[in-house]
Protein backbone atom coordinates (compact mmCIF):
# COMPACT_ATOMS: atom_id res chain seq x y z
CA UNK A 1 0.00 0.00 0.00
CA UNK A 2 0.97 3.30 -1.17
CA UNK A 3 2.20 6.15 1.55
CA UNK A 4 -0.38 8.76 2.17
CA UNK A 5 2.33 11.02 1.36
CA UNK A 6 3.63 9.36 -1.56
CA UNK A 7 -0.21 9.78 -2.90
CA UNK A 8 -0.08 13.73 -2.30
CA UNK A 9 3.09 13.92 -3.91
CA UNK A 10 2.04 11.96 -7.26
CA UNK A 11 -1.18 14.15 -7.33
CA UNK A 12 0.55 17.52 -7.14
CA UNK A 13 2.46 15.96 -10.15
CA UNK A 14 -0.54 14.96 -11.79
CA UNK A 15 -1.86 18.22 -11.39
CA UNK A 16 1.19 19.96 -12.57
CA UNK A 17 1.43 17.93 -15.88
CA UNK A 18 -2.40 19.10 -16.70
CA UNK A 19 -1.49 22.86 -15.48
CA UNK A 20 1.37 22.42 -17.93
CA UNK A 21 3.71 23.92 -15.22
CA UNK A 22 7.25 22.39 -16.51
CA UNK A 23 9.57 23.96 -13.56
CA UNK A 24 7.03 22.70 -11.04
CA UNK A 25 6.65 18.92 -12.66
CA UNK A 26 10.89 19.09 -13.24
CA UNK A 27 11.00 19.55 -9.53
CA UNK A 28 8.21 17.36 -8.56
CA UNK A 29 9.96 14.72 -10.61
CA UNK A 30 13.14 15.13 -8.88
CA UNK A 31 10.89 14.18 -5.84
CA UNK A 32 9.70 11.20 -7.50
CA UNK A 33 13.20 9.96 -8.58
CA UNK A 34 14.65 10.37 -5.09
CA UNK A 35 11.91 8.19 -3.79
CA UNK A 36 11.87 5.56 -6.02
CA UNK A 37 15.77 5.72 -5.08
CA UNK A 38 15.00 4.91 -1.44
CA UNK A 39 12.45 2.10 -2.29
CA UNK A 40 14.70 0.46 -4.71
CA UNK A 41 17.55 0.19 -1.83
CA UNK A 42 14.47 -1.07 0.59
CA UNK A 43 13.33 -3.37 -1.56
CA UNK A 44 9.70 -2.43 -0.46
CA UNK A 45 7.26 0.49 0.11
CA UNK A 46 8.46 3.43 1.85
CA UNK A 47 6.84 5.26 5.01
CA UNK A 48 5.59 8.39 5.27
CA UNK A 49 8.43 8.84 7.84
CA UNK A 50 10.74 7.56 5.11
CA UNK A 51 10.18 10.14 2.85
CA UNK A 52 10.12 12.43 4.98
CA UNK A 53 13.48 11.88 5.71
CA UNK A 54 14.57 12.30 1.83
CA UNK A 55 12.45 15.72 1.65
CA UNK A 56 14.56 16.86 4.24
CA UNK A 57 18.03 15.61 2.69
CA UNK A 58 16.41 17.33 -0.59
CA UNK A 59 16.03 20.58 0.62
CA UNK A 60 19.27 20.74 2.79
CA UNK A 61 21.07 19.59 -0.49
CA UNK A 62 19.17 22.42 -2.76
CA UNK A 63 19.89 25.35 0.44
CA UNK A 64 23.77 24.07 0.15
CA UNK A 65 23.90 24.40 -3.10
CA UNK A 66 22.09 27.53 -3.37
CA UNK A 67 24.44 29.60 -1.10
CA UNK A 68 27.35 27.53 -3.68
CA UNK A 69 25.57 29.74 -6.57
CA UNK A 70 25.02 32.74 -4.70
CA UNK A 71 29.36 32.94 -3.88
CA UNK A 72 29.27 32.06 -8.04
CA UNK A 73 27.32 35.06 -8.35
CA UNK A 74 24.62 32.79 -10.71
CA UNK A 75 20.98 33.88 -9.54
CA UNK A 76 19.54 32.08 -11.95
CA UNK A 77 20.87 28.90 -10.49
CA UNK A 78 19.95 30.58 -6.93
CA UNK A 79 16.43 31.51 -7.98
CA UNK A 80 15.91 27.34 -9.01
CA UNK A 81 17.13 26.12 -6.21
CA UNK A 82 15.13 28.68 -4.00
CA UNK A 83 11.83 27.43 -5.92
CA UNK A 84 12.66 23.47 -5.28
CA UNK A 85 13.25 24.12 -1.78
CA UNK A 86 9.72 25.65 -1.94
CA UNK A 87 8.02 22.72 -3.94
CA UNK A 88 9.66 20.61 -1.65
CA UNK A 89 8.61 22.06 1.47
CA UNK A 90 4.92 22.18 0.47
CA UNK A 91 5.28 18.04 1.46
CA UNK A 92 7.09 18.78 4.56
CA UNK A 93 5.59 19.10 8.05
CA UNK A 94 5.50 22.76 9.53
CA UNK A 95 7.95 23.11 10.81
CA UNK A 96 8.83 24.55 14.71
CA UNK A 97 10.09 27.82 15.39
CA UNK A 98 13.00 28.36 17.21
CA UNK A 99 10.80 30.14 19.97
CA UNK A 100 8.56 26.31 19.84
CA UNK A 101 11.85 24.28 19.82
CA UNK A 102 13.38 26.54 23.18
CA UNK A 103 9.78 25.74 25.06
CA UNK A 104 10.14 21.65 24.20
CA UNK A 105 13.72 21.64 25.02
CA UNK A 106 12.80 23.46 28.29
CA UNK A 107 10.38 20.80 29.02
CA UNK A 108 12.27 17.60 28.01
CA UNK A 109 15.33 19.25 29.98
CA UNK A 110 12.66 19.22 33.31
CA UNK A 111 11.09 15.93 32.38
CA UNK A 112 14.76 14.48 32.42
CA UNK A 113 16.32 15.94 35.04
CA UNK A 114 19.08 17.13 32.77
CA UNK A 115 21.06 20.52 33.66
CA UNK A 116 24.77 19.55 32.67
CA UNK A 117 26.34 19.33 29.38
CA UNK A 118 27.18 15.55 30.33
CA UNK A 119 22.93 15.03 29.47
CA UNK A 120 23.15 16.41 25.77
CA UNK A 121 23.21 12.85 24.43
CA UNK A 122 19.89 12.02 26.11
CA UNK A 123 18.16 14.91 25.88
CA UNK A 124 19.27 14.57 21.56
CA UNK A 125 18.05 11.34 21.88
CA UNK A 126 14.78 11.78 23.06
CA UNK A 127 13.84 15.00 20.83
CA UNK A 128 15.23 13.19 17.77
CA UNK A 129 12.55 10.85 18.32
CA UNK A 130 9.46 13.20 19.41
CA UNK A 131 10.51 16.38 16.96
CA UNK A 132 11.65 13.80 14.06
CA UNK A 133 10.80 16.03 10.53
CA UNK A 134 9.03 18.79 12.70
CA UNK A 135 12.61 20.43 13.34
CA UNK A 136 15.88 20.86 11.93
CA UNK A 137 17.94 18.94 14.27
CA UNK A 138 21.30 20.79 14.06
CA UNK A 139 19.10 23.77 15.42
CA UNK A 140 17.87 21.88 17.85
CA UNK A 141 21.50 20.50 18.77
CA UNK A 142 22.60 24.11 18.89
CA UNK A 143 19.62 24.86 21.45
CA UNK A 144 19.89 22.17 23.53
CA UNK A 145 24.33 22.77 23.48
CA UNK A 146 23.48 26.48 24.99
CA UNK A 147 20.59 25.74 27.22
CA UNK A 148 22.92 22.67 29.15
CA UNK A 149 26.10 24.56 28.67
CA UNK A 150 24.87 27.73 30.90
Known amino acids: MESALLSRIKDATRKSMLARDKTRVAALKLVNAEVKQVELTQKGAVSDTDIT ?50 ITIGEVC ?21 LSGAADMSLVSRLVRERLSQ
Open 53 to 102: KVLSRMVKQRQNSAEQYRVGNRPDLVEQELYEIAVINEFLPKQLTEEELL
Open 110 to 130: NELDAATAQDIGRVMGYLSKS
